[in-house]
């Protein structure tokens, strides 16, 4: 057990080097993206279980409530319930949804074969690897692309005593077509649609996020969290006025699961460590009261945010 929770170590260390050592000297290919609700508040870190049918955060001005839905088993033609989205994993495909919504000016995806690419490139971001991700791999991906295309949102964003309540899904419609690979099999080829709620609010709250990163990051969820509240946060702190947060506030919106402190605040500072290897220009300090956060350029510069549509802009 010690042995392969060591190698773990060695295996996030590796990819926090690497994908440090990639954002400081190579030019960003690829980028995610992230509602800003979600980049405040967040899902749940591990799967809550069955029973549990929504989940309600709320932090600042911004809230969030999620339930579970239910999907229709083409074989039995009853309907099936489906548990909440959880984990890292429903958090990377949101990222790349957005992404892809936001790349093509579309809220139409074609699932099958954008996230298989995109799950190669979290797996091999050095483009070392020549064998695509396996199968176990890829299921467990739309397993929480299953939950996310079912699941209810509720966004609320509050500014100047005005709020904003968004009620919809991430996903209105998913078509399953019948196709034929290369080798004469047929098989299903999802395409999903946004909700164009959704999709809207996206368009205008929508946070860019490096892929490099949530390469590096894709083990944890914490992390994934952390990445995406600094990627809004930072850039938004006045220059001569740095912002301090208490410990507690700290685990009242990253401390799921953690009813000590002290544990808390160890998982913490592993998490953020890695954060920061993979967003070098953040300027954040951490002592024993709790974080000061300073004035730092957002992890993707507004330079490079070309969102690639059809026919240009």
């Given at each position: 057990m010690k042995d392969t929770k060591s190698r773990q170590l060695t295996?996030?260390?590796?990819?926090?080097?690497?994908?440090?050592?990639?954002?400081?000297?190579?030019?960003?290919?690829?980028l995610?993206?992230?509602?800003?609700?979600?980049?405040?508040?967040?899902?749940?870190?591990?799967?809550?279980?069955?029973?549990?049918r929504a989940w309600e955060r709320e932090q600042g001005n911004v809230s969030l409530s999620i339930e579970a839905g239910k999907t229709m088993d083409r074989q039995t033609r009853q309907w099936i319930k489906v548990g909440l989205p959880y984990?890292?994993?429903?958090?990377?495909?949101?990222?790349?949804?957005?992404?892809?919504?936001?790349?093509?000016?579309?809220?139409?995806i074609e699932v099958e074969r954008s996230?298989?690419?995109f799950v190669r490139r979290l797996q091999d971001p050095t483009k070392r690897r020549k064998s695509g991700p396996s199968g176990p791999c890829i299921r467990a991906f739309k397993e929480q692309l299953a939950r996310l295309s079912v699941a209810a949102i509720r966004m609320a964003m509050t500014a100047n005593e005005h709020t904003v309540q968004i009620n919809n899904q991430f996903v209105d419609m998913v078509e399953l077509w019948l196709k034929k690979d290369e080798n004469n099999r047929v098989r299903?080829?999802?395409?999903?649609?946004?909700?164009?709620?959704?999709?809207?609010s996206l368009q205008k709250h929508a946070v860019p996020l490096d892929e490099r990163a949530l390469a590096a990051l894709s083990h944890s969820a914490m992390a994934l969290d952390i990445y995406a509240w600094l990627a809004q946060r930072l850039h938004?702190?006045?220059?001569?006025?740095?912002?301090?947060?208490?410990?507690?506030?700290?685990?009242e919106q990253f401390g799921?699961?953690?009813?000590?402190?002290?544990?808390?605040?160890?998982?913490?500072?592993?998490?953020i460590f890695q954060v920061l290897a993979c967003y070098p220009k953040a300027k954040v300090e951490a002592d024993h009261k709790g974080l000061t956060l300073r004035h730092?350029?957002?992890?993707?510069s507004a330079r490079v945010i070309v969102v690639e549509k059809p026919g240009g802009w």
């Amino acid at each position: 057990m010690k042995d392969t929770k060591s190698r773990q170590l060695t295996l996030v260390k590796k990819r926090s080097l690497e994908a440090s050592v990639s954002i400081a000297t190579e030019t960003l290919e690829q980028l995610a993206f992230q509602h800003t609700v979600l980049c405040q508040t967040s899902l749940p870190y591990r799967n809550p279980g069955d029973a549990v049918r929504a989940w309600e955060r709320e932090q600042g001005n911004v809230s969030l409530s999620i339930e579970a839905g239910k999907t229709m088993d083409r074989q039995t033609r009853q309907w099936i319930k489906v548990g909440l989205p959880y984990g890292p994993k429903a958090r990377l495909i949101l990222a790349h949804l957005n992404a892809e919504a936001l790349r093509t000016g579309s809220p139409e995806i074609e699932v099958e074969r954008s996230l298989t690419a995109f799950v190669r490139r979290l797996q091999d971001p050095t483009k070392r690897r020549k064998s695509g991700p396996s199968g176990p791999c890829i299921r467990a991906f739309k397993e929480q692309l299953a939950r996310l295309s079912v699941a209810a949102i509720r966004m609320a964003m509050t500014a100047n005593e005005h709020t904003v309540q968004i009620n919809n899904q991430f996903v209105d419609m998913v078509e399953l077509w019948l196709k034929k690979d290369e080798n004469n099999r047929v098989r299903w080829s999802p395409t999903l649609h946004l909700n164009h709620r959704y999709f809207d609010s996206l368009q205008k709250h929508a946070v860019p996020l490096d892929e490099r990163a949530l390469a590096a990051l894709s083990h944890s969820a914490m992390a994934l969290d952390i990445y995406a509240w600094l990627a809004q946060r930072l850039h938004r702190v006045p220059r001569e006025k740095p912002q301090f947060i208490t410990w507690a506030a700290i685990k009242e919106q990253f401390g799921e699961g953690h009813s000590r402190m002290d544990n808390f605040r160890s998982k913490f500072r592993d998490a953020i460590f890695q954060v920061l290897a993979c967003y070098p220009k953040a300027k954040v300090e951490a002592d024993h009261k709790g974080l000061t956060l300073r004035h730092s350029p957002p992890p993707v510069s507004a330079r490079v945010i070309v969102v690639e549509k059809p026919g240009g802009w």
